[in-house]
């Protein structure tokens, strides 16, 4: 059996969809192993998303693409289209939305739970997630109107990527989780 970590974002409250969220994870045979509700603190956040170069370059690009994608300026919104400076912006947004509410963290298990909890969530960006999953079904936001509004994606959920990932958010957001 394998475990993996689930955050229920701010924006997920907000639109009062934490319910109905822990309900598709619940439906199709996830067992919630733990769950708590806090207020982040920043430095609980940084630990989360760690100032790895590879990965803000990572995130910078996907709202470069996106602005490739439809024929957008992207100096005119960002002033600049360098990946890792797009990308430092984009992580400093994520800080401040994830400490801006309440955040719901879960431990799910299952078979092959890692896997399964990324296809329920669905793609990074909304309009790229297909109809059916989380982020596909409840929400419309996209790199480039993010980054106009000069905040995050509003995507609802993080869920771990890898078993690896999982083991190390479960330690940092359940201290004493063995
Ligand atoms: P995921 O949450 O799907 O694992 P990432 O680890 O790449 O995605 O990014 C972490 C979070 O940062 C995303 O869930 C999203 O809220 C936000 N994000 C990622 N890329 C961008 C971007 N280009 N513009 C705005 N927000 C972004």
């Given at each position: 059996?394998?475990?993996?970590?689930?955050?229920?974002?701010?924006?997920?409250?907000?639109?009062g969809?934490?319910?109905?969220?822990?309900?598709?994870?619940?439906?199709?045979g996830?067992?919630?192993?733990?769950?708590?509700?806090?207020?982040?603190?920043?430095?609980?956040?940084?630990k989360?998303?760690?100032?790895?170069?590879?990965?803000?370059?990572?995130v910078?690009?996907?709202?470069?693409?996106?602005?490739?994608?439809?024929?957008?300026?992207?100096?005119?919104?960002?002033?600049?289209?360098?990946?890792?400076?797009?990308?430092?912006?984009?992580?400093?947004w994520?800080?401040?939305?994830?400490?801006?509410?309440?955040?719901?963290?879960?431990?799910?298990?299952?078979?092959?739970?890692?896997?399964?909890?990324?296809?329920?969530?669905g793609?990074?960006?909304?309009?790229?997630?297909?109809?059916?999953?989380?982020?596909?079904?409840?929400?419309?936001?996209?790199?480039?109107?993010?980054?106009r509004?000069?905040?995050?994606?509003?995507?609802?959920?993080?869920?771990?990527?890898?078993?690896?990932?999982?083991?190390?958010?479960?330690?940092?957001?359940?201290?004493?989780?063995?």
């Amino acid at each position: 059996m394998e475990r993996t970590l689930v955050l229920i974002k701010p924006d997920a409250f907000k639109r009062g969809l934490v319910g109905e969220i822990i309900s598709r994870f619940e439906r199709v045979g996830l067992t919630l192993e733990g769950m708590k509700i806090l207020n982040a603190t920043i430095e609980m956040v940084e630990k989360h998303y760690p100032d790895d170069k590879n990965w803000i370059r990572s995130v910078g690009k996907k709202t470069i693409d996106t602005y490739e994608k439809y024929n957008l300026n992207i100096i005119e919104d960002l002033g600049t289209n360098d990946a890792l400076k797009i990308g430092q912006l984009v992580r400093k947004w994520l800080i401040q939305h994830l400490t801006s509410g309440p955040v719901l963290v879960l431990i799910l298990s299952g078979n092959h739970a890692v896997e399964m909890v990324r296809k329920i969530v669905g793609n990074t960006v909304p309009l790229f997630a297909e109809l059916g999953t989380i982020r596909g079904d409840f929400s419309i936001d996209s790199p480039d109107l993010s980054a106009r509004e000069k905040r995050v994606l509003q995507n609802l959920v993080h869920a771990s990527e890898t078993v690896e990932e999982a083991k190390r958010e479960i330690s940092l957001w359940f201290a004493n989780y063995s």
